[in-house]
């Protein structure tokens, strides 16, 4: 099973609409495997909100947190400890898996282990999403760089919201990554948008 994990340079970037995306591109099954805000909603069931092919299964997170707040933090609040060990892929059929992560890559599921070690443990090709903001430069090098140090498979980028050609120029050059496709600032997204924008990502 090939397996992709997106990733981003910080949260709410846009993880979850690039996922359902690639989902939808490859007709592939998602994994969440840390939730966080549970309380309210999950990823996961934007996911099955968002896509329209019927081949798509959706698994179950290993964890699922109803605060909020950096999985490490929630985890505590529930009396928790996330650990590595128990995170395990789900079984599937389907030749492609998506994984989205919580955060960054160094957000921490414990006082030892971080997000990025669920890439390493399964040797996950990355996928990072990168927004504009102040800062979204030095935040995507970072990350980048982090996948590098690890000798990670990076697959590339996706750019998410309103276009910053300089930036954008910037984060691929010095890094060396390839752009995969760009996401437009959408007013809503739903099935129609992830269907517009699915083609692009197909062959990825």
């Not at 092919?53 to 999985?71: A, C, D, F, R, W």
């Not at 006082?111 to 995507?140: C, P, R, T, W």
């Not at 930036?167 to 809503?188: A, P």
């Amino acid at each position: 099973m090939r397996t992709i994990f997106v990733t981003g340079i910080g949260t709410d970037v846009g993880k979850t609409v690039v996922s359902a995306i690639l989902v939808e591109a490859l007709k592939a099954d998602y994994f969440k495997p840390v939730q966080t805000g549970s309380f309210f909603t999950s990823d996961a069931k934007k996911i099955q909100k968002y896509i329209t092919n019927t081949v798509t299964k959706i698994h179950p997170e290993s964890y699922s947190l109803g605060q909020y707040m950096s999985p490490h933090a929630a985890a505590e609040q529930e009396g928790i400890r996330l650990e590595l060990s128990k995170i395990e892929l789900p079984q599937s059929d389907n030749p492609v898996l998506i994984v989205e992560g919580a955060g960054g890559l160094m957000v921490p599921l414990n006082d030892q282990e971080l997000m990025i070690d669920i890439i390493q443990k399964f040797n996950a090709e990355v996928v990072v999403v990168v927004q504009n903001y102040l800062g979204s430069i030095n935040h995507s090098l970072l990350t980048l760089d982090a996948l590098k140090f690890r000798k990670l498979n990076l697959l590339g980028v996706v750019f998410n919201g309103a276009p910053h050609q300089m930036s954008e120029d910037i984060i691929t050059r010095y890094s060396g990554s390839k752009m995969l496709g760009r996401i437009s600032k959408e007013v809503e997204i739903n099935k129609e948008t992830v269907l517009k924008y699915a083609p692009q990502f197909a062959g990825i």
